[in-house]
């Protein structure tokens, strides 16, 4: 089993920054995708991004590229999700997730269904 627990969400005003942080534990599967996925009431939960165990491969939701950064260090058994310019439409629950192995295609890394384990999540609420 692995253990995820999100930490740096808040409240912030737009135009600000945010950097959360996951921390994992337990089992480490070599070779995983670490991504973060957010979700607000009443909607299904949003790929937002997700980092190869090499960082090779990065993949970012349309609406959060060049605001957002996904980084991880795999000596700490951690994944980062830095935001900056933060927009209102992007309070939500932010979850992060693990996959149990490498994920065949970079096109599959939005698929919630190649996440095995998840976090508690971390709200993040932007004010105008």
């Known amino acids: 089993q692995v253990q995820l627990v999100e930490s740096g969400g808040g409240p912030v005003q737009a135009g600000g920054s945010l950097r959360l942080s996951c921390a994992a534990s337990?089992?480490?599967?070599?070779?995983?995708?670490m991504a973060w996925f957010r979700r607000v009431p009443t909607k299904e939960r949003e790929f937002v991004a997700a980092?190869?165990?090499?960082?090779?491969?990065?993949v970012y939701e349309d609406s959060v590229k060049g605001r957002f950064t996904i980084s991880r260090d795999n000596t700490k058994n951690m994944v980062f999700l830095q935001m900056d310019n933060l927009k209102p439409e992007d309070t939500a629950e932010y979850y992060c997730?693990?996959?149990?192995?490498?994920?065949?295609?970079?096109?599959?890394?939005?698929?919630?269904?190649?996440?095995?384990?998840w976090g508690q999540g971390t709200q993040v609420t932007v004010s105008s």
């Open positions: 997730a693990s996959s149990t192995g490498p994920i065949g295609g970079s096109q599959y890394y939005s698929d919630v269904k190649e996440y095995t384990f």
């Open positions: 337990g089992r480490i599967f070599q070779g995983n995708v």
């Open positions: 980092n190869s165990w090499t960082s090779n491969t990065i």
